[in-house]
């Protein structure tokens, strides 16, 4: 089974940046995954901040991370990226990366949770005022 595991968390004052990271283990050379960035904050729904394909690499972001937030991925490192940049307070929740098998993400669904059937287990974002 896939495993992922996220890093680059920690505590970082608005304006500031951070790089997430998402290193996948337990796939083959044949595995084609849509992969994303999911955020959530205490007492509100799981939201999702960024997606992109291992194929193809096209990115796909929520209207409130564009312009601050990069995903990319390093295929050679099995690892996937979140560079996120003018960092504000309401960027403040856990983050998790997470994939399932597809030949492309979709403009239209990349966001659903549901769809994603592998999880990490999250790392921490706070950004102070």
């Known amino acids: 089974q896939v495993q992922l595991v996220e890093s680059g968390g920690g505590s970082v004052q608005a304006g500031g940046s951070l790089r997430l990271s998402c290193v996948v283990s337990g796939y083959t050379y044949l595995s084609r995954f849509c992969m994303g960035w999911f955020r959530q904050a205490p007492g509100k729904e799981r939201e999702g901040v960024a997606a992109t394909h291992t194929g193809d690499s096209r990115p796909y972001y929520a209207d409130s991370v564009k312009g601050r937030f990069t995903v990319s991925q390093d295929n050679a490192k099995n690892t996937l990226y979140l560079q996120m940049n003018s960092l504000e307070s309401e960027d403040t929740a856990m983050y998790y990366c997470?994939?399932?098998?597809?030949?492309?993400?979709?403009?239209?669904?990349?966001?659903?949770?549901?769809?994603?059937?592998?999880w990490g287990q999250g790392t921490q974002v706070t950004v102070s005022s």
């Open positions: 997470a994939a399932f098998w597809a030949s492309r993400c979709y403009a239209d669904s990349w966001s659903r949770a549901n769809d994603y059937d592998y």
